[in-house]
């Protein structure tokens, strides 16, 4: 069983950055491509950025193209996501996730979820 747990969320003003980790046990990190979806309150689960098995190539919502880079460390079964430019409808809990099938934008594609990790930006 796939197990992920995220951390690096907390609280910055509106323009700050944070680096969330989401570190993958149960199975070959390598071999699975990984996504970060966020969740604001009231809204349903965005797809924020993937990345495929090597790392070779990324993808992002285009809200965040330019500010949010997605990284992974296959040596540590970690993939990462600087933010950087931080807006405060960028606040949510962040999800890390296993891709299974289909497109890599969606979320219901997705398995593993870890319990998150709060990022809040103020104003």
């Known amino acids: 069983q796939v197990q992920l747990v995220e951390s690096g969320g907390g609280l910055v003003q509106t323009g700050g950055s944070l680096r969330l980790s989401c570190v993958v046990s149960?199975?070959?990190?390598?071999?699975?491509?990984m996504g970060w979806f966020r969740q604001a309150p009231g809204k349903e689960r965005e797809f924020v950025a993937v990345?495929?098995?090597?790392?070779?190539?990324?993808d992002y919502a285009d809200s965040v193209k330019g500010r949010f880079t997605i990284s992974r460390d296959n040596a540590k079964n970690t993939v990462y996501l600087q933010m950087n430019s931080l807006k405060p409808e960028e606040t949510g809990v962040y999800h890390c996730?296993?891709?299974?099938?289909?497109?890599?934008?969606?979320?219901?594609?997705?398995?593993?979820w870890g319990q998150g990790t709060q990022v809040t930006v103020s104003s």
């Open positions: 996730a296993v891709r299974r099938r289909g497109s890599w934008r969606e979320s219901t594609n997705y398995d593993g």
């Open positions: 149960g199975r070959t990190f390598s071999s699975i491509v």
């Open positions: 990345i495929s098995t090597s790392g070779n190539i990324a």
